[in-house]
């Protein structure tokens, strides 16, 4: 018997109007679920990409009052499958705002919550520039969640520069990487399918990744490409452009053990010490 089950990523191009990205995520849930997924991922800021500090802060809510998460848990009921909710703004104490996602059960009931750790602190070339830390609160902990169908790992775009995170994740145990992501045009080019495959393969797990992607009404530019890529690193599913789209493909966590009994990586690593050296030090 088969132990595989359809996952699907959304592509999505939110924009600043929180109830229009609500339509238009509800509609390709939907579609997702038409075509027989039972986990659906969709991207980074879900609900809205607003770059002004202070336009996001005039729309961002706490999580109990948030349209976005509340219709998430009523669709994860109505339709019998997880959501997961790539990230959306949530309001905290004090001023900033947590880069979040959700996880909702088939019964509605939230399962696990993730706070974006890393922050996108970067100056990149033609003068694109990005301080989320000015804006956002960083979480503390990974999270793996334990689903019937595999083990999953939470976590947002650009930690998916940092292995050590989804290491972590894969030595508790998860055989599903999520990685839902707003990643500019411009790395995205270079680097977005390249990271991707190598955390699937160095974790020899499933790597899943809901993208936004094209022209956004806040001026941002990101690159698409949403992935589902195989614990061996190949691509089993990809939206090949910026548009908005549902991505489908069926996932067998059998396939992480087996990759995991080809490289046992996770089993051989060993710890180390890093000593400096210079030109014209004596070695012993």
Not at 175 to 198: D, I, M, S, Y
Not at 257 to 271: E, M, T
Request: aromatic letters at 8%.
């Amino acid at each position: 018997m088969s132990s595989a089950v359809r996952v699907a990523a959304l592509q999505m191009r939110s924009g600043t109007d929180p109830d229009a990205n609500l339509a238009a995520f509800e509609d390709l849930v939907r579609q997702a679920a038409g075509q027989g997924a039972k986990y659906v991922q969709s991207p980074e800021m879900t609900g809205a990409l607003v770059r002004s500090r202070e336009a996001l802060l005039e729309r961002v809510r706490p999580a109990g009052e948030n349209p976005l998460v509340r219709r998430g848990a009523d669709l994860a009921k109505e339709l019998s499958i997880f959501i997961h909710i790539g990230s959306t703004a949530i309001s905290l104490d004090g001023g900033k705002v947590a880069n979040r996602a959700f996880l909702f059960g088939p019964d509605g009931t939230l399962i696990a919550t993730y706070d974006k750790i890393h922050m996108f602190d970067v100056d990149l070339d033609k003068g694109e520039s990005w301080r989320e830390s000015a804006t956002y609160a960083p979480g503390e902990q990974t999270v793996v969640a334990a689903l019937p169908f595999a083990r999953v790992g939470l976590a947002v775009c650009y930690d998916l520069r940092f292995p050590q995170l989804f290491r972590a994740q894969a030595l508790a145990g998860a055989e599903v990487l999520t990685v839902p992501a707003a990643f500019t045009r411009q790395t995205g080019e270079a680097h977005w399918h390249v990271l991707a495959r190598a955390r699937a393969i160095e974790n020899g797990a499933w790597l899943i990744a809901a993208a936004q992607g094209g022209l956004h009404e806040d001026g941002r530019e990101t690159y698409g490409h949403s992935l589902i890529v195989d614990p061996w690193g190949r691509v089993a599913a990809e939206a090949d452009h910026d548009e908005p789209a549902v991505v489908v493909a069926d996932i067998d966590p059998v396939a992480s053990a087996a990759a995991r009994r080809k490289i046992p990586n996770l089993a051989n690593a060993r710890d180390f010490a890093v000593r400096q050296a210079a030109f014209g030090e004596a070695t012993a």
